[in-house]
C-alpha cells in the first residue's frame, strides 16, 4: 500500500478573482472569500434562482423590479430567505458601498442550499442567500459596441419552457454555452437560440430585437422577460414607436432593418452582422442608436435610481 | 448616510456538512472546507459535467466505467483537467482512503472554472476539477426498500437532448425539482418525467425499467446512459432474461408486473406504486428480487473492484 497523501486543515486557493464584496451568512466579505459548500444544491442540482441589477455612476438601476422578480423567482421554487425586500436592497446598497465601484455588476442569489445529512428531498435543505458586487461589466467590449455584435444563429434548442420556467431567472445555460461554441466556429462573436418553433428565442444572457419598417420586435415566449427588456418598451412607448412581442422568425431577423440585443450587462447592444450577413446596410442602425441613447439617458431619471450609500472617502 | 457594516476578512459558515474528504487544488480537505467560488461558472452558468462511483465494503464498483464517461463529458464540453484518467482514479482512491469510509458515494467534476477578469467568454476560463467522498447514500431509504417505492408520473418535460445532451452527466435539474415538489403533492416518493413524445424519460437521479411477461424494458432515448443501467443490461444478459431499450409509454409502465428504479445511489430500487395505484400485485416483484440480488452479488466481481488502500488503522 502506498502512503497516503497529507489531510490540508485549510483550502488555499491559488486562482484570481475580480475585486469586489460579498455577502453571505451575515457577513461582508472580500470577493475572493465567498465561496460555497460544493455539497450546495445551488452548484449540484443547479437548483437556484437569482437576478443582476447594475449600478451606474453611483444609484441601481430599476432596483425594485429585479427584487420583485427574484422574490417570485423564490417563491415559484419553494424557497425562502430570512430577509424581505428592503432588506435584500440594504444588502445589496452595503455590498456596492463597501465596494467602492461606482459603476457595478451586483448579482442575488437563493440556492436550494444544503442539509447536514446531504439529504435528496429539497424540503430538507436550508436555502441560502448570497450577494456580490463586482466592476460593471458587458456582453460586448468597446469595439463591438462601436460596430456591432456578429450573431449567429444556431439550431440549439433553447431549455423548453415545458422543462424550465425561463421566467424564473436560472442557471442553466448548457444549451446557450453550445450555442456559444458554434457561434465561435462560425467566427461569430455570441449566438442565438431557436424556441420549438425553430423562431428566434434569446442568446447568452440577452433578449433579441428586430426592426423592420420602423417596428420593433422581440420574442414573447421561451425568453426571460428582462427588465432592460422592458425599459425597450418603455422607450418605444415613450418615443411613439411601435413595438411588439412576437414570434421572430429565423427569416424576419435576417432580414430586419436594424438588430440589437439587451441586457442588464451591457444595457442595448446593436448587431450588424447576423450569420456573416449585414444587418441591413452593415453599420449601426438610426432607431437603435436613438434607443440606446435614451437608455442611458433614462439613467438620470431619480424615480428609477437608487443612490448608493459610499463611504465619504469614495465619493466623487 | 448611515454608518456601514465592516468588511470581515474570512467567512465563517454556521451550517454543518457530512463527513468526507474532498480534493481541490492539489490538496486533500475535509468536507466542510470543500468550496466553491460563487464566481466559478459551474455554478453561475451550471457549466459543468461530473460523475458519481459509489465504493462498497472497500472497493470502487466499475470505477473505469465511471471514469470513460467522465472524460468523454469533459472533451464534448470543450473542457480540460491536468490530469488522466489513472491520475483521477488515484485521486479517488485517496479521498475514500483518508475518508476511511467503506461504502462511499464518490463525486468528481469538472467545471468551467473563472477566470480572473469575469469574462463571459468561456474559452477564457480555467476550468476546475474536484472530487470529493462522503457516506454511502441512496434515492430510496431502508422502508422503501423494503415496501417498494410510490412513483409519480409528472408531464414535466425532462430536457431535451435539442438543448441539452443527456449523455454528458450534468447538474440541470429544476425539471427534476419541478417533478419532485409535484410527486410529493400527491403523495408520492418520488418522480419520474416524460420526454417530447410523452413517453417516460427519467427521474431524479435514476433510470426506469418495467417489467411485463417476463421482458424488461427501458427508454432510449431523453436519458442518461447509467452505469448501473448498464449493469442491468449485463445482469439480465447473464440470466437470459430479456431486456430492451425502447420507449416506454406512461400507460405501459402502469400496466407493468414489474417497475424498479436504478441509480449509483442505491443500485437497483424497487417501485410498487405508480400514480397511487399498485404495479402487479403491488409488492416487490419476482424478477426484481432477483436482478436487485445479482447487483449486490456482483460487487464481489474481482474484476469490477477496485480496492481502496485505506490506512491500517481503518481496515476491517
Redesign the interface.
Known amino acids: 500500500?502506498?502512503k497516503?497523501?497529507?489531510?490540508?486543515?485549510?483550502?488555499?486557493?491559488?486562482?484570481?478573482?475580480?475585486p469586489g464584496?460579498?455577502y453571505?451568512?451575515g457577513?461582508?466579505?472580500?470577493?475572493?472569500?465567498?465561496?460555497?459548500?460544493?455539497?450546495d444544491y445551488?452548484?449540484?442540482?443547479?437548483?437556484a434562482t437569482y437576478d443582476v441589477v447594475h449600478v451606474w455612476k453611483g444609484a441601481f438601476f430599476r432596483l425594485d423590479d429585479h427584487l420583485n422578480r427574484f422574490f417570485r423567482g423564490i417563491e415559484e421554487?419553494?424557497m425562502s430567505i430570512p430577509y424581505d425586500q428592503a432588506q435584500v436592497a440594504e444588502i445589496l446598497h452595503?455590498c456596492v458601498?463597501?465596494s467602492e465601484l461606482r459603476n457595478a455588476?451586483v448579482?442575488f442569489?437563493c440556492t436550494?442550499g444544503?442539509s447536514?445529512?446531504?439529504s435528496?428531498?429539497?424540503?430538507d435543505a436550508?436555502n441560502r442567500f448570497?450577494a456580490?458586487a463586482?466592476?460593471f461589466?458587458s456582453?460586448a467590449n468597446k469595439e463591438q459596441m462601436e460596430h456591432g455584435l456578429h450573431l449567429a444563429v444556431t439550431d440549439?434548442?433553447?431549455?423548453?419552457p415545458?422543462?424550465?420556467d425561463p421566467t424564473i431567472k436560472?442557471?442553466?445555460?448548457?444549451?446557450?454555452?453550445?450555442g456559444?461554441?458554434a457561434a465561435?466556429d462560425q467566427g461569430a462573436d455570441t449566438a442565438v437560440l431557436v424556441d420549438g418553433n425553430g423562431n428566434v428565442s434569446e442568446g447568452?444572457?440577452f433578449n433579441v430585437f428586430a426592426i423592420r419598417d420602423g417596428v420593433v420586435s422581440t420574442p414573447d415566449t421561451s425568453v426571460l422577460l428582462g427588465i432592460t427588456r422592458q425599459t425597450i418598451f418603455d422607450i418605444c412607448a415613450g418615443l411613439g414607436i411601435q413595438c411588439r412581442t412576437q414570434d421572430v422568425s429565423v427569416t424576419a431577423l435576417k432580414a430586419a432593418d436594424e438588430v440589437f440585443v439587451t441586457s442588464t450587462?451591457g444595457g442595448v447592444m446593436p448587431v450588424t452582422k447576423v450569420d456573416g450577413q449585414p444587418v441591413g446596410s452593415g453599420v449601426l442602425g438610426t432607431l437603435s442608436k436613438t434607443i440606446l441613447a435614451k437608455y442611458w439617458e433614462m439613467h438620470d431619471d431619480d424615480t428609477l435610481r437608487d443612490v448608493v450609500?459610499y463611504?465619504e472617502a469614495a465619493e466623487l
Open positions: 500500500m502506498s497516503l497523501p497529507i489531510l490540508s486543515q485549510r483550502h488555499i486557493d491559488p486562482r484570481s478573482y475580480p464584496v460579498a453571505m451568512d457577513q461582508y466579505l472580500p470577493m475572493q472569500e465567498a465561496k460555497l459548500s460544493v455539497l445551488g452548484f449540484l442540482h443547479s437548483d421554487l419553494h452595503n458601498a463597501l455588476y448579482e442569489i436550494r444544503t447536514p445529512t446531504f435528496r428531498d429539497p424540503r436550508e448570497i456580490f463586482i466592476p461589466g456582453v440549439v434548442l433553447r431549455i423548453p415545458s422543462s424550465v436560472n442557471y442553466h445555460w448548457l444549451d446557450m454555452v453550445k456559444l461554441y465561435y447568452p444572457g450587462a450609500p463611504p
